[in-house]
């Protein structure tokens, strides 16, 4: 099963940003989709962004046009670049490959 690793997370002021990184244990550019999600106590398992094997992106509302996934197929890498990050963005974000396993995730904190 693919698995994936999450890295790149860390504590921000409002208005900074952070570049999540996923490491997916196969080769990305025949897995179908890429999800990011984030999780707190009050919204498990929200979609961020999602990106396709033919490099499709999709993103939810709240996004805004802040933040950016890519990936580098050489790497099997998908990448998450976050802008103007607000206090409502913190959360445990993770990366998940379709049909493959949740990562241990990576905490971004947004605060002042």
């Known amino acids: 099963q693919l698995q994936a690793v999450e890295s790149g997370g860390g504590s921000v002021q409002p208005g900074g940003s952070l570049t999540l990184s996923c490491t997916i244990s196969?080769?990305?550019?025949?897995?179908?989709?890429v999800a990011w999600y984030r999780h707190t106590r009050e919204r498990t398992h929200e979609v961020v962004a999602t990106i396709t094997k033919f490099g499709g992106t999709k993103y939810s509302d709240f996004v805004g046009g802040r933040f950016t996934v890519s990936r580098d197929i050489i790497k099997n890498t998908v990448y998450l670049r976050m802008n103007d990050l607000r206090p409502e963005d913190t959360a445990a974000y993770y990366c998940?490959?379709?049909?493959?396993?949740w990562g241990q995730g990576t905490q971004v904190t947004v605060s002042s």
């Open positions: 998940k490959p379709a049909g493959g396993s």
């Open positions: 196969g080769d990305i550019s025949e897995i179908y989709l």
